[in-house]
């Protein structure tokens, strides 16, 4: 297990190579998902809110329209890149009530009770030691308020992650699956007893069955490179990584795959 400075490292490095295709079109399940997730905590103006991993805004900036000009969000990464683009989003729309921060959320010091909602979109996995990360977002939660915390489903990505995977492992077994901590909590199972354990109360775990369209097969490739395992591809030589896309893609045009599952978890607790 890596330490706490490395994965933090580790996330970063990955997440600011990526903001190149983070907010590309092949990747919109990032806004989709962090809406639902915003709608699912039913925010009222004037609330405070905490949006920790939060990359380009994609949960931040709807929880920032929805708690209005008197609420407040904080949003905290520690990928830089990607908050520069949250913050350019932000300023398009004309949202004067959000804020975004890089480092990390751990060594914030925030008070106890500080936050209406504390909001985590695909975020918690790259923190080595999650139920503690838990139990720091609960302390910062004030009694009434909710932590939500969303993550990926069963068999996400597939059929072509799997296939993915098998390309890397003939190309550099050493790489096969050397950075899927999502699927840690990949069940509501374990994902709700992360929460209890960390001492939150009243848990809710939704589990939502989708499929994200590909409008060819070069968006799947878009995505491998506008997120977490883009780290993977990116210690492999040139030539290995133009034969990894060459086989990915080959993959999804011989079994005609046109759509990709992205079973999300939301799982929301309330003080």
Request: proline residues 4%; aromatic residues 10%; glycine residues 8%.
């Amino acid at each position: 297990m890596m330490s706490k400075e490395e994965g933090l490292a580790r996330a970063a490095k990955v997440f600011n190579t990526a903001s190149d295709y983070f907010d590309c079109p092949a990747l919109s399940f990032w806004n989709r998902y962090g809406q639902r997730t915003i709608n699912r905590l039913a925010l009222g103006h004037g609330d405070r809110v905490l949006d920790v991993c939060c990359g380009s805004g994609a949960s931040a900036i709807p929880a920032a329209v929805s708690v209005g000009s008197t609420g407040y969000v904080l949003g905290v990464d520690i990928a830089e890149s990607l908050l520069e683009l949250a913050r350019h989003k932000s300023q398009q729309q004309g949202l004067d009530n959000i804020e975004f921060r890089c480092g990390d959320f751990e060594d914030l010091n925030l008070p106890n009770a500080s936050f209406d909602a504390v909001v985590c979109v695909f975020g918690i996995f790259f923190v080595p030691n999650m139920l503690a990360a838990v139990r720091e977002l609960w302390r910062m939660v004030r009694p009434g308020g909710k932590l939500a915390i969303t993550s990926w489903g069963e068999n996400v990505f597939e059929p072509a992650n799997q296939a993915f995977w098998q390309i890397i492992k003939s190309e550099r077994p050493d790489l096969y699956k050397e950075f899927t901590p999502w699927e840690q909590i990949r069940n509501p199972a374990s994902l709700q007893e992360l929460l209890a354990e960390a001492g939150a109360t009243q848990i809710e775990v939704v589990a939502e069955a989708d499929m994200h369209q590909l409008s060819a097969p070069e968006d799947w490739w878009t995505m491998i490179m506008g997120g977490g395992i883009r780290g993977t591809i990116e210690q492999l030589d040139p030539a290995a990584k133009e034969r990894v896309r060459q086989a990915s893609l080959q993959f999804l045009q011989d079994n005609a795959v046109h759509a990709l599952d992205v079973t999300v978890l939301y799982a929301v607790a309330q003080k």
